[in-house]
């Protein structure tokens, strides 16, 4: 696995965190939990617009393994 | 009207008074009464049997003998809510028996309480040596309450300093292979959702006896056949392992890439991520 790979890989799990901790967020009874939760989901999509940067650069240097 | 009839009549319209009046007079279990319900208790139970069993009466009287027997108790509950003084009267007040870890001999005399009584009581409550004792009340219902010593309590989250996430009451949701909508409605869930968080454990309802589902939507379930295994609910571990698998790749790339900038773009997202970690662990516990 390339370099690229490795990246878009997280970059779906990240994704994937993402949206478990919104449902969980919309889903929980707790107002603290739901802070909690939506805090982290924003820590998660500041992450994940990283990692797409990231990711769109990577492709441009690897284009054989797109 | 032959005998048998009326004392079928008397019986069944006695015990229909008698039932609702128990229930009007509240809550409370038989040790709980004080000294006015309890005879009262008796007395009623004893004006009903001879006016079921015994036809000469008349069952006005005893209607009659039973109302003021109820309103009695009525009254001074209804009183004692009112006044302080009036219920220290009535049902009495705590003594307190043991205080700093010292036995109150004086008090103890006072409520003919001996030192056995005492001793057996400590020992109910685990609490085998008085010196271990802090505190301890003799209530008016007859319990003895203790407070321990510090070092000898229990040890709390709070001794640690941890803060655990509050937890609401789960709901139970199916009840003998049975939808319960009102629960559902407490969670702000539909039945649709259920359905879904069902077939997720591959279960059809009607073999659910039982299903519960906690405040943050997680649903466990009793099967009535007990051989089908149901998966434990994954949903959330699996979330923290998502994010913390993440985290350690964002350190594995930030050791990798040769580029400073790029580097520090990946410690600073792995960063992020160990406090999202950090944030959240307490509530997928």
């Known amino acids: 696995m390339?370099?690229?790979?490795?990246?878009?890989?997280?970059?779906?799990?990240?994704?994937?965190?993402?949206?478990?901790?919104?449902?969980?967020?919309?889903?929980?009874?707790?107002?603290?939990?739901?802070?909690?939760?939506?805090?982290?989901?924003?820590?998660?999509?500041?992450?994940?617009?990283?990692?797409?940067?990231?990711?769109?650069?990577?492709?441009?240097?690897?284009?054989?393994?797109? | 009207?032959?005998?048998?009839?009326?004392?079928?009549?008397?019986?069944?319209?006695?015990?229909?008074?008698?039932?609702?009046?128990?229930?009007?007079?509240?809550?409370?279990?038989?040790?709980?009464?004080?000294?006015?319900?309890?005879?009262?208790?008796?007395?009623?139970?004893?004006?009903?049997?001879?006016?079921?069993?015994?036809?000469?009466?008349?069952?006005?009287?005893?209607?009659?003998?039973?109302?003021?027997?109820?309103?009695?108790?009525?009254?001074?509950?209804?009183?004692?809510?009112?006044?302080?003084?009036?219920?220290?009267?009535?049902?009495?007040?705590?003594?307190?028996?043991?205080?700093?870890?010292?036995?109150?001999?004086?008090?103890?005399?006072?409520?003919?309480y001996t030192t056995d009584d005492l001793l057996e009581n400590l020992r109910s409550k685990n609490m085998f040596k008085t010196a271990d004792v802090e505190f301890a009340v003799l209530e008016p219902s007859g319990t003895l309450n203790v407070l321990p010593k510090t070092e000898n309590k229990p040890l709390t989250p709070k001794d640690f300093g941890l803060k655990p996430s509050p937890k609401k009451e789960p709901q139970t949701v199916v009840m003998d292979g049975r939808m319960m909508l009102e629960p559902l409605a407490n969670l702000n869930l539909n039945p649709n959702w259920l359905e879904t968080e069902l077939d997720k454990l591959n279960v059809s309802i009607e073999n659910v006896f039982l299903a519960q589902a906690d405040s943050d939507g997680q649903v466990t379930v009793d099967l009535y056949d007990d051989q089908i295994a149901v998966p434990d609910p994954t949903e959330k571990p699996l979330l923290l392992a998502t994010i913390k698998k993440c985290q350690a790749d964002l350190e594995l790339f930030a050791l990798e890439t040769e580029n400073k900038e790029t580097e520090q773009m990946y410690q600073k997202n792995s960063q992020k991520a160990q406090q999202a970690i950090d944030l959240i662990t307490p509530y997928l516990k």
């Open chain 1, 2 to 66: 390339t370099v690229g790979s490795h990246v878009k890989g997280c970059f779906s799990s990240i994704k994937s965190a993402e949206a478990s901790l919104e449902i969980l967020a919309n889903k929980t009874q707790s107002i603290e939990a739901q802070q909690a939760f939506k805090q982290a989901e924003q820590l998660m999509t500041e992450i994940k617009d990283d990692l797409q940067k990231q990711v769109v650069f990577l492709t441009q240097e690897e284009p054989t393994y797109k």
């Open chain 2, 1 to 112: 009207m032959p005998g048998w009839v009326e004392i079928l009549i008397r019986t069944i319209s006695l015990v229909v008074i008698l039932f609702l009046m128990t229930k009007w007079l509240g809550k409370k279990q038989l040790a709980q009464l004080n000294i006015f319900e309890f005879i009262s208790g008796i007395v009623l139970g004893g004006v009903v049997a001879i006016h079921t069993s015994n036809t000469d009466t008349r069952m006005i009287y005893g209607i009659l003998a039973m109302a003021i027997w109820f309103a009695i108790p009525y009254a001074v509950n209804f009183i004692s809510l009112k006044s302080k003084a009036f219920r220290n009267f009535t049902q009495g007040r705590s003594t307190v028996v043991i205080q700093d870890g010292k036995i109150m001999e004086d008090n103890l005399k006072k409520e003919g």
